[in-house]
């Protein structure tokens, strides 16, 4: 089976408007994402401008300040502590990569963790590593390795014990969805560039999360019959100049119980994590 990111996607903004017209009447407004664009890095500008279509069709409001290039780490700084006091914004998203002037450690840092959309700060790294359960209303969690575990349970994928390998081991993706998988008592392996005989370890595995950023990476010999391959990579195939993943999916899909496809996998959903993110933002610094 092939996963359907755009319906589900679509299904999940259309909760989300549900739910923040009854926080309208509540509280006389909606949770605002607030987004701070230094530079004009191509992938930057059009994901922002993809943040700003889908907080609309969520029913979320979204700010975004744009920055030059050439501003000051200072200059950045200041932005994030008026977002961070702004009783208006309920959750920040720095867009990466900065500037390579600007410390991205110091940016991400200065972020309020109450209003830390992408689980990036020190205080929700800490507690995705202390809680024993994948409950969003106590931290924030990186984007797009909350997705992987919607796309998982969407379909239906019975974690518990089953043996889960996550190939890569990033801060943002392949470290947190590890911890999350622990959480649903999967056995997890991560691997990474170091790791020898790779594609014995994936032959074993019930569930892959590939993270790497290498096209079409995973072929057929790694992946075992009826296996769920969750594929994160945005690359560009160098044979077609094509948006591809680090998974082969035409080589893999026919033996895979569930495959998810790029583009309309992992990517559709991580946009709705983040609205979804800014939603529990809200909700926490409202209720504690
Ligand atoms: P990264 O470069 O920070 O990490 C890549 C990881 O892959 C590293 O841990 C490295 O050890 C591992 N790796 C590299 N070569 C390997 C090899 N030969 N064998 C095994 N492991 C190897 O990347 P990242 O930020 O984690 O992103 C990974 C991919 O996911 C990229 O293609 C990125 O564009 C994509 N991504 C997608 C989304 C989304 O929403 N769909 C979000 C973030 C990142």
Same mark, same amino acid.
């Given at each position: ?10 299904? #999940? ?7 923040? @017209? ?11 994402? $607030?987004?701070?664009?230094? $530079? ?8 922002? @401008? ?8 969520? %029913?979320? +409001?979204? =700010? ?15 932005? #994030? ?5 702004? =009783?208006?914004?309920? %959750?920040?998203?720095?867009?990466? *990569? ?17 209003? &830390?959309?992408? %689980?990036?700060? &020190? ?7 202390k809680q024993r359960r994948n409950d969003y209303s106590l931290f924030c969690v990186s984007c797009t390795p909350r997705s ?18 996550? /190939?890569?081991?990033?801060? /943002?993706?392949g470290m947190p969805v590890s911890k999350l998988l622990m959480n649903e008592n999967a056995t997890v392996t991560v691997c ?8 014995? #370890?994936?032959?074993?595995?019930? #569930? /892959?999360? @590939? ?9 057929? +010999? ?8 969750? +594929? ?12 591809? $993943? ?6 893999? @899909? &026919? ?7 790029? *583009?309309?996998?992992v990517g559709q959903l991580t946009i709705c994590s983040l609205m979804e993110n800014t939603m529990d933002c809200f909700k926490?610094?409202?209720? %504690?």
């Amino acid at each position: 089976m092939i996963f359907d990111g755009k319906t589900v996607a679509a299904k #999940i903004l259309q909760t989300l408007e549900e739910e923040n @017209a009854a926080l309208r009447e509540t509280y006389g407004r909606v949770p605002c994402l $607030g987004v701070v664009l230094v $530079g004009e890095d191509y992938g930057s500008v059009r994901y922002v @401008a993809s943040c700003e279509r889908n907080a609309k069709r969520a %029913g979320l +409001d979204c =700010k975004v300040v744009r920055l030059p290039e050439n501003s000051r780490e200072e200059e950045v700084l200041s932005v #994030i502590r008026s977002l961070n006091e702004d =009783k208006d914004v309920d %959750g920040i998203l720095v867009q990466m *990569p900065l500037p390579k002037h600007i410390s991205q450690e110091r940016i991400v840092q200065t972020i309020r963790p109450e209003k &830390d959309v992408d %689980g990036v700060t &020190d205080a929700n790294v800490s507690q995705l590593w202390k809680q024993r359960r994948n409950d969003y209303s106590l931290f924030c969690v990186s984007c797009t390795p909350r997705s992987v575990m919607r796309i998982l349970k969407e379909a239906d994928i019975d974690l518990d014990g089953k043996n889960a390998v996550v /190939i890569g081991r990033s801060n /943002i993706v392949g470290m947190p969805v590890s911890k999350l998988l622990m959480n649903e008592n999967a056995t997890v392996t991560v691997c990474h560039s170091h790791t020898k005989e790779l594609p014995a #370890i994936l032959r074993k595995a019930d #569930i /892959i999360v @590939a993270a790497i950023g290498k096209p079409k990476f995973v072929g057929a +010999d790694m992946v075992r019959e009826g296996a769920v391959v969750v +594929d994160v990579g945005i690359n560009t195939d160098p044979a077609t100049g094509k948006m591809c $993943g680090d998974v082969d999916t035409d080589a893999v @899909a &026919d033996r895979c119980r569930l495959i998810t496809p790029v *583009p309309g996998g992992v990517g559709q959903l991580t946009i709705c994590s983040l609205m979804e993110n800014t939603m529990d933002c809200f909700k926490r610094l409202r209720h %504690g």
